[in-house]
């Protein structure tokens, strides 16, 4: 193609205006010019630019009642009609796959198997009075348990299924399973194992033939067993737990796969009739969890809890925690842990590895814990026989964002952008009220819905990396006094209608709502922590349009160093902090991330300036 001289011809492309994933095109440029009279020659240039951004997925998640079952899609939410649905009580049960890509709905006569997102027909299972289901880490196979009835001659109702192929892979019988011990088969992430347990004994097999025994553990009267999450190409680790018998005391111990006639750490310990085994994240350290039925000091109708850490290099501890452990979780990112414990208003504290104390969230009446799964928020919640009360707090700077509540709540959880926290309350513990209600670590209601005779709510599971790390963005003062109202002054009826009452007048906090009694931030043992020396910024002085900089005063040789006073010293050492304090504060503005120790010193600023007048003034 030629063009007459002198000429330039352009065109631009741009994508679809209704693409959701991209965005539109850079516009393509074509110029053409001749370069000689006499003879016509043609050059070409052609730029293309392509900007792709990645969007995050949209939330998810099932709810199913007596009549219905049904997926609601954000940022809308509702019931999503181009997704299946049941009515008409046809559903039992419905569970998301590990990685949320498929959904199982549990209808009386078979397992229909969709993929989340469009909602396509993955597989069908025929097998009627299905009870459990569970996924497979990588939707490899399914696990199903059903009652022993006539239909299966009282026998092999424990079974796997290749889910592609909606085969029997191996079957069983299982007479009792419930909750608390399900899954009965456990895989690794990677599939590559499973184990099951037995009379006695684990069994291990291969993970993708289910059956053939390859190795196995042998431990009297063990009663559940943990594979540790995938550690970057490291042995299969496994925990085990046997409980206390009589006056042999409980155990927990760590096998390295294939290595298991042979533990790796091992710990004993007494009041231990149940326990509930909790691997951290890089799956080298457990937490035991225990329990027992009775109380022999008689201070408690539930029994006593105890709370032991057990690493793989043989490292232990008892946290020796007086009253009840309410509950235990690990920090989704750190190495650290979270306890709620002790008689209402219970104590909640963050600790280290080494057991040491990090941060005390103060006393309120909580049994829950909930980290968002980029481990930046935390949710304490007081549900069950408490009045539903919740805090959001801020781990990056250790700040309560708001509270609210939620009334008989029986399903807490947040989402995998960590941003959006969901509350159910489910039939039939309790049979009024029934629905979900989303809110936003603000407080902000996104979506309410009222549900009938509601059994199961839960989000789908995705990947947290995919959706961003926003930085954390407080309530507005006035936001903050109407989800925490400031207690009353208590007045006779007699009395209410005579004048009324005064407010309760609050200096607003600077950021986060008011801390709760009793919160402290420990400061770092001399071992583990470090003096923090904050850069000196040199300092101009203009003086006859020279400029000069330094950064210490130094003395003359020849002029006499003069021998501070006590008072003098004081002073010094108490502006050096207040230095320090700017420097932290700076830091803490711009999102950085700063430890306990530096939060507290911040805390103590205004301590710091009373302390320095105090000095001054005796000068």
């Keep these: 193609m030629s063009t007459p001289n002198n000429t330039t011809t352009t065109t631009t492309t741009t994508s679809s205006p209704n693409s959701p994933t991209l965005t539109p095109e850079a516009p393509t440029t074509t110029i053409e010019e001749s370069s000689s009279t006499t003879s016509t020659t043609?050059?070409?240039?052609?730029?293309?630019?392509?900007?792709?951004?990645?969007?995050?997925?949209?939330?998810?998640?099932?709810?199913?009642?007596?009549?219905?079952?049904?997926?609601?899609?954000?940022?809308?939410?509702?019931?999503?009609l181009n997704l299946p649905s049941y009515s008409n009580g046809d559903c039992r049960h419905v569970?998301?796959?590990?990685?949320?890509?498929?959904?199982?709905?549990?209808?009386?006569?078979?397992?229909?198997?969709?993929?989340?997102?469009?909602?396509?027909?993955?597989?069908?299972?025929?097998?009627?009075?299905?009870?459990?289901?569970?996924?497979?880490?990588?939707?490899?196979?399914?696990?199903?348990?059903?009652?022993?009835?006539?239909?299966?001659?009282?026998?092999?109702?424990?079974?796997?299924?290749d889910i592609k192929q909606a085969s029997i892979l191996y079957k069983t019988s299982q007479k009792y399973c419930n909750q608390e011990n399900w899954p009965l088969i456990k895989w690794t992430d990677d599939e590559v194992l499973a184990g099951k347990l037995v009379s006695n004994e684990v069994h291990f097999f291969n993970g993708r033939s289910i059956g053939v025994l390859a190795k196995k553990i042998k431990l009297q009267d063990i009663s559940s067993f943990?594979?540790?999450p995938a550690a970057n190409g490291g042995p299969y680790k496994i925990a085990t737990f046997v409980p206390e018998k009589g006056s042999t005391p409980g155990s927990a111990r760590i096998y390295s796969y294939p290595t298991v006639n042979e533990y790796c750490s091992h710990l004993k310990f007494f009041k231990a009739s149940e326990a509930k085994v909790l691997w951290n994240k890089k799956g080298n350290a457990i937490l035991?969890?225990?329990?027992?039925?009775?109380?022999?000091?008689?201070?408690?109708?539930?029994?006593?809890?105890?709370?032991w850490f057990l690493s793989q290099d043989g490292s232990s501890f008892n946290?020796?925690?007086?009253?009840?452990?309410?509950?235990?979780?690990?920090?989704?990112?750190?190495?650290?842990?979270?306890?709620?414990?002790?008689?209402?208003?219970?104590?909640?504290t963050l600790f280290n590895l080494k057991g040491e104390p990090l941060v005390d969230f103060g006393l309120n009446?909580?049994?829950?814990?909930?980290?968002?799964?980029?481990?930046?928020?935390?949710?304490?919640?007081?549900?069950?026989?408490?009045?539903?009360?919740?805090?959001?707090?801020?781990?990056?700077?250790?700040?309560?964002?708001?509270?609210?509540?939620?009334?008989?709540?029986?399903?807490?959880?947040?989402?995998?952008?960590?941003?959006?926290?969901?509350?159910?309350v489910l039939s039939p513990r309790i049979r009024v009220d029934n629905g979900v209600k989303i809110i936003k670590y603000d407080n902000t209601i996104v979506y309410q819905e009222n549900i009938p005779e509601l059994y199961q709510a839960a989000w789908r599971p995705l990947n947290p990396l995919v959706f961003p790390n926003d930085r954390i963005v407080y309530p507005s003062i006035q936001k903050q006094k109407e989800s925490s109202p400031q207690p009353q002054k208590y007045t006779p009826p007699s009395l209410r209608n005579m004048q009324p009452a005064a407010p309760v007048i609050t200096s607003p906090p600077a950021m986060g709502a008011p801390l709760p009694n009793g919160f402290k931030v420990y400061l770092a043992s001399a071992k583990s922590s470090s003096t923090f020396k904050p850069k000196q910024k040199p300092t101009t002085t203009p003086s006859n349009n020279t400029t000069t900089t330094s950064t210490t005063t130094k003395p003359a040789a020849d002029e006499p160093k003069r021998e501070?006073?006590?008072?003098?010293?004081?002073?010094?050492?108490?502006?050096?902090?207040?230095?320090?304090?700017?420097?932290?504060?700076?830091?803490?503005?711009?999102?950085?991330?700063?430890?306990?120790?530096?939060?507290?010193?911040?805390?103590?600023?205004?301590?710091?300036?009373e302390e320095l007048r105090k000095l001054q003034s005796e000068l």
């Design 564 to 609: 501070l006073t006590p008072i003098e010293k004081k002073i010094r050492n108490v502006e050096r902090k207040l230095k320090e304090v700017e420097v932290l504060k700076e830091k803490l503005n711009s999102g950085e991330f700063i430890p306990p120790t530096a939060i507290e010193k911040i805390n103590n600023e205004q301590k710091f300036l």
């Design 42 to 80: 043609t050059t070409t240039t052609t730029t293309t630019t392509t900007t792709t951004t990645t969007t995050t997925p949209n939330l998810q998640f099932v709810v199913r009642s007596k009549t219905n079952a049904y997926q609601e899609v954000g940022q809308q939410y509702g019931k999503n």
């Design 226 to 228: 943990e594979f540790a």
């Design 95 to 161: 569970e998301y796959s590990k990685d949320g890509t498929l959904i199982a709905y549990v209808n009386l006569n078979e397992i229909v198997i969709c993929n989340s997102d469009g909602g396509s027909i993955h597989s069908v299972i025929n097998r009627p009075n299905v009870g459990m289901i569970s996924f497979s880490p990588q939707n490899s196979f399914l696990l199903t348990w059903e009652r022993m009835t006539e239909f299966n001659n009282n026998e092999n109702n424990l079974i796997v299924w």
């Design 365 to 424: 009446p909580r049994n829950t814990i909930r980290f968002s799964p980029n481990g930046q928020l935390l949710c304490l919640g007081g549900f069950g026989n408490l009045q539903g009360d919740m805090d959001f707090w801020d781990l990056t700077r250790y700040k309560r964002i708001c509270g609210t509540q939620s009334h008989c709540a029986v399903y807490t959880e947040w989402s995998a952008d960590s941003v959006h926290f969901m509350t159910a």
């Design 288 to 307: 035991i969890h225990t329990f027992t039925d009775t109380d022999k000091s008689g201070k408690s109708y539930y029994g006593e809890t105890g709370l």
């Design 319 to 348: 946290l020796n925690i007086k009253g009840p452990i309410h509950d235990v979780q690990w920090s989704p990112t750190l190495d650290q842990f979270m306890v709620c414990y002790g008689n209402m208003p219970s104590q909640t």
